[in-house]
Nanobody
Framework: QVELVESGGGSVQAGGSLRLSCAAS????????MAWFRQVPGKRREGVAN????????YYADSVKGRFTISQDNAQNLLYLQMNQLKPEDTAMYYC???????????????????WGQGTQVTVSS
């Protein structure tokens, strides 16, 4: 049974940084991708960043490029999202996802992922 558990969320002032972690248990990397999504109440879940571990390819939403970095520790089965220069509009529930597409064009579609964590809240105040 696959379980994804996020941690590292919290409250921070604009301009600050947070690092989210996602611990994956029972998950076998078959060459697919992992990602971070976020969601604000009343809005659709949006892709933040994706990592295709086999090739190291990454994708980012335009709104976070240059500020966020996705990475992983294969030995520890951990996925990270380093978030710098945070803005109030980054406030959301952040979700870890696994079993995602290997085709970059589909990385931002939640329906393309097989596994999801419960989320961790990030709140950025101005």
């Amino acid at each position: 049974q696959v379980e994804l558990v996020e941690s590292g969320g919290g409250s921070v002032q604009a301009g600050g940084s947070l690092r989210l972690s996602c611990a994956a248990s029972g998950y076998t990397d078959n060459g697919d991708s992992m990602a971070w999504f976020r969601q604000v109440p009343g809005k659709r879940r949006e892709g933040v960043a994706n990592l295709y571990s086999s090739g190291g390819t990454t994708y980012y939403a335009d709104s976070v490029k240059g500020r966020f970095t996705i990475s992983q520790d294969n030995a520890q089965n951990l996925l990270y999202l380093q978030m710098n220069q945070l803005k109030p509009e980054d406030t959301a529930m952040y979700y870890c996802a696994a079993g995602g597409p290997i085709w970059g064009g589909a990385w931002g579609r939640p329906s393309e992922y097989d596994y999801w964590g419960q989320g961790t809240q990030v709140t950025v105040s101005s």
